[in-house]
């Protein structure tokens, strides 16, 4: 529900609607901009519905579009319900809204959430209606989401070009992934006992790939990779949520099984009904005489054990927003030399260049030449290539 506070020596939203779109009212090309935010909104929170709403100052209402007409609130009830996630205790409120939007399904959760933008003479309202998930619990990053929102909302009627709004959305994408990057971390960069070799190449600004080495407590040592589906910005706030989750988890815990636990109870909150996870997590031992391992959907990661490639198959589904227990495989190592994991995209878009995953792992001129191919080329997904060699 989108507030737009106007001082009175200002123009009324109406006006500026009208003023800033000359043609006749079917032809509405900010109606049609704030349509595909709503969009937007739905696609990644999961939602039935996106209202954005304005205040009538005469009236003290706001109002909305659904279903081709115009819609009020009460401003009692708006700002009663500001910040406010509405669930099955609060019934009453539900069908008060659900009436009053003449909305038909049936609406599990509501949620209102307000922004202010201190450099703007705005401020925004929005609400999201009809989350799918029952049992949806608000979680943190929501407000990241919800900012995002409000930034294009305001944008968009602030807006004087397409090339300015392009410009901006450009420039936020890219603030938003050199924080993604932020969160990725390889603790042996400067290692004297591996090399680290990592080919890391999103399609886009943001994207679903993430991954990190870390070293644990007690001496042993994670490498995993995400993979979220999709692109963009759904995929990126779910692979940047749970590589902060391990990143704090890492250090928490005692053993694979333990962390493996405690990233499985976060992610049933994150993925949303309809979004899946492939990844892998490896946690080998300090003395590398053995390796605990997670693969959930991937292509089978590959360990060099003295002249043996052995393959790391999946021993997981997908990770989903459904609790489920997490299976944990063990490979014993005798002579462990080298070990490569990858996201699908190094198999799926790369058929010309016909790549041999055994060479990969194995000739070091023959990875750099695939990297130097790879960087020339465009991938259609994000693509994530990690090799760790004993010195």
Known sequence: MIKFEIKKNEKTLDRIIRNKIKSKLQNLELIEDLDSIKRFAKKILNAK??????????????????????????????LKHEDYLLNDQNREDIQYYKKTIEFEDEINNLIFYQIQHQQHKYQVFLTIINIKNKNYVQPKIDKEIFNIFSSLLIQTIDKNSIADIAKYYFEEQQKAYNKQKLIIANEFQNSNRFIIDIFYKPTDILNGDSYSIYKASNGDFLVYILDAMGHGIASSLTSYSISAIIQQKVRAVSNFKELMESILDNVQYILTDEEQLTCGFFWFKEDLSAVEYVVAGMYAPMIL????????????????????????????????????????????????????????????????????????IELEDDTTIIRISTK
């Open 305 to 376: 054990d003295g002249e043996k490639i052995v393959l790391a198959k999946a021993n997981n589904i997908p990770f989903m927003n459904f609790a489920f227990d997490v299976s944990i495989t063990t490979i014993e190592l005798n002579d462990f030399k080298r070990f490569l994991i990858f996201t699908d995209g190094l198999v799926e878009d790369t058929k010309d260049l016909e790549v041999d995953l055994e060479k990969l792992i194995i000739e070091d001129n023959y990875i750099q030449d695939v990297f130097n191919k790879l960087n020339e």
């Open 49 to 78: 519905e996106c209202l954005i709403w304005f205040k009538d100052y005469e009236k003290n209402l706001f109002w909305s579009v659904y279903n081709n007409k115009k819609i009020y609130l009460s401003e009692d009830f708006v």
